[in-house]
């Protein structure tokens, strides 16, 4: 047999659910006497967050040139596929996209692939409201995406950090230390 204590009673019930009702009731009325607030949207924008994400822009180097390496990571790290490009070899030696296209109908702004950029190409801005007809109009390509800034960190400059070939010859990048003759070091 099971204890009447433990066990509880029908009053009790009846006061918790009333004790429900009425605190939603009463966060009702405090909110139906309030002044609304209203912002004139188009002519008042409100400050958003410094990390706030919105539309995907790419991005420049400090001497005007393309920050995107085509390395694949933004559209593999994208959970919805939105993200798509070629790579190829630039007529300097460096390697760069040929085409790149993010479909913003998919995209769901995580900043993923923000994340994921080693070059800092492609960076979210807190752009949020652009609205299209036709569905086709959300997919963008390369010439839509670049702007003429570096972003977030306009003085980064990704060539100068890597320790490439294409920028100049080994053990002269920023923090690389002179090649090592291996030879030199065996027994």
């Not at 994921?116 to 995406?145: G, M, R």
Request: proline share 7%; with cysteine; aromatic share 8%.
């Amino acid at each position: 047999m099971e204890d009447e204590r433990n066990k509880p009673g029908l009053v009790r019930e009846v006061l918790d659910g009333v004790a429900g009702l009425a605190g939603s009731y009463a966060a009702t009325l405090t909110h139906l006497f309030r002044k609304p607030v209203t912002e004139q949207y188009p002519e008042y924008k409100r400050p958003l967050p410094a990390r706030t994400r919105g539309r995907i822009i790419l991005t420049r180097s400090p001497d005007g040139r393309e920050r995107c390496v085509a390395c694949y990571l933004c559209s593999g790290v994208c959970p919805v596929n939105c993200i798509s490009m070629q790579s190829e070899e630039g007529p300097d030696g460096r390697r760069q996209a040929a085409w790149f296209r993010i479909n913003f109908a998919r995209c769901i702004y995580c900043g993923l692939c923000e994340e994921a950029c080693p070059t800092l190409a492609i960076q979210l801005t807190p752009e949020f409201a652009f609205s299209k007809d036709a569905i086709a109009d959300f997919v963008y390509e390369k010439e839509d995406l670049l702007v003429s800034h570096g972003g977030k960190d306009p003085a980064y400059d990704f060539y100068a950090h890597a320790g490439v070939t294409a920028g100049g010859p080994k053990g002269e990048h920023i923090g690389e230390d002179e090649p090592v003759d291996v030879k030199s070091i065996l027994p």
